[in-house]
């Protein structure tokens, strides 16, 4: 959070795992700081029906990508994503 303080993205692109935080804890303290309620996030993952992702769904993440992934999926999801962003 601290590496967010100075900044104001309109994207992010997080894993649902993390090594340290779970991608959902994560998403979660991101969501409750009202400067980032505006900015979208685009979650990746290699396990679809792994329980972290399944909550990460259920917390209302903007968009889920299942690895593997090419820079081509990315881009369009990136660019649906910020379509109608302010």
């Given amino acids: ?19 340290v935080i779970s991608g959902v804890e994560l ?10 309620v505006d900015m979208r996030v685009l ?11 399944i909550r ?3 917390s209302g993440v ?4 299942e690895k593997p992934i090419t820079p081509r999926r990315i ?3 990136v660019e649906k994503l910020l379509k109608n962003t302010p």
């Fill in 1 to 19: 959070m601290d590496l967010l303080k100075d900044l104001k993205p309109h994207l992010m692109i997080l894993d649902v795992r993390l090594p």
């Fill in 27 to 36: 998403y979660l303290r991101i969501k409750e700081d009202e400067r980032f």
């Fill in 43 to 53: 979650a990746i993952t290699g396990f679809p029906d792994h329980p972290e992702t």
């Fill in 56 to 58: 990460m769904k259920q």
């Fill in 62 to 65: 903007d968009m889920i990508l």
């Fill in 75 to 77: 881009r369009k999801a």
